[in-house]
């Protein structure tokens, strides 16, 4: 997601230290800070869906009186769950023991790559557009810019790609740029606390010195315009001063597990009358709002991840839980995607 996600977890300290162990205390707070402060709320808590969300607001605070620890934590995302948001989400900060010892496969590897299918096509994966991911794709598109710009097919695999900030994929865009984009920065929900948090952040000695004007700036906004939609700049359509003959054309791979930032990317690259995106399912749905502020409630249990921005789409269009469609989908769903891509690439 855009930059203030990936910022706010380095600067997170630990929680607070609990100021009330009950279930029915951290439902209060949870629930008057995600009606107040959520960015989803002016659209899904609606008129229409009061009455089911009363209900089920009293449903679960009277579950929650009588609930075991763990029972809470279910209670609590079965409140959480009304909003169909997958970025609006309760951690449990001390999870039970596994009754059986889990399992781990090998590391993760995150690191971007490219290779050369055939004499026409280059692969490159982004696994992951991860705050470490931006010098890395920036590095291996550097090393690589003379073969990218003359290689006339391209095909970015980004399959489990699960998300992180719009920046970390600049040089891609630079490589496949056509046509403008819009904003890229999504619209903060100006509200009072929404505000004050980010301003708690600000002032966190681990906050880096460098972003403090733009925060700065997105503060001010905040305050100016109080219960509103807010950016720290006046929206511009965004481009680059070149499109470049080569890649002619380009697909992009996806799957259900591209998720968050790759979905942005995915609405972003688009753009490009160079691409086309295929698949055999649509990304994963889960890139409507975004910005999470990590929030500890008083009981010592729980951290809510709190959207405090919407997509610059809404409500024109929402991907949220349906996900981002290939323009091209794989007729066999067991396929090979890349084989598929080479082909679509290779068709007059």
Partial sequence: MPRLTVLIAQVLSSP???????????????????????????AKITPARMPALTALTDSVRLAVTVTDANGCTV???????????????????????????????????????LRREDDS??????????????????????????????????????????????SSYDAVLRLIFTDSMPPAEFETYATEGNAARLEQFMANPGFPAALKADMGKLHGA????????????????????RVHANPRRVAVVIDARCVSACEVFLVDAQFSRKVVVVGASNSGGM??????????????????????????????????????????????????????????????
């Fill in 16 to 42: 607070a230290a609990a100021a009330d162990t009950t279930c029915a205390r951290d439902f209060e707070q949870m629930t008057a800070i995600v009606t107040r402060d959520y960015a989803g709320a002016p």
């Fill in 222 to 241: 905040m305050r100016g315009n109080p219960n509103g939609f807010v950016r720290a700049e006046p929206p511009a359509r965004r481009g680059y001063d």
């Fill in 287 to 348: 890139v409507d709002y975004g910005n999470l502020l990590p929030i500890p409630l008083l009981g010592g249990r729980h951290r809510l991840s709190l959207p405090i921005a919407r997509a610059w789409w809404l409500p024109a269009v929402s991907y949220d839980n349906v996900g981002i469609a290939p323009a091209l989908r794989m007729p066999d769903p067991t396929g090979d995607p890349i084989a598929f891509a080479r082909r679509v690439l290779a068709a007059p």
């Fill in 121 to 166: 096509t280059l692969v490159v994966t982004l696994p992951s557009f991860g705050a470490s991911s931006k010098a890395r794709i920036d590095s291996l598109f550097d090393a690589n810019w003379t073969l990218l710009t003359g290689t006339p097919y391209l095909i970015l695999d980004v399959r489990g790609n699960n998300g992180g900030g719009a």
């Fill in 75 to 113: 209670q609590l995302r079965r409140w959480v769950a009304f909003f169909r948001d997958p970025h609006l989400s309760l951690a449990q900060l001390s999870p039970p023991p596994p009754s059986a010892p889990a399992v781990s496969g090998p590391p993760r590897d995150n690191r971007p790559s």
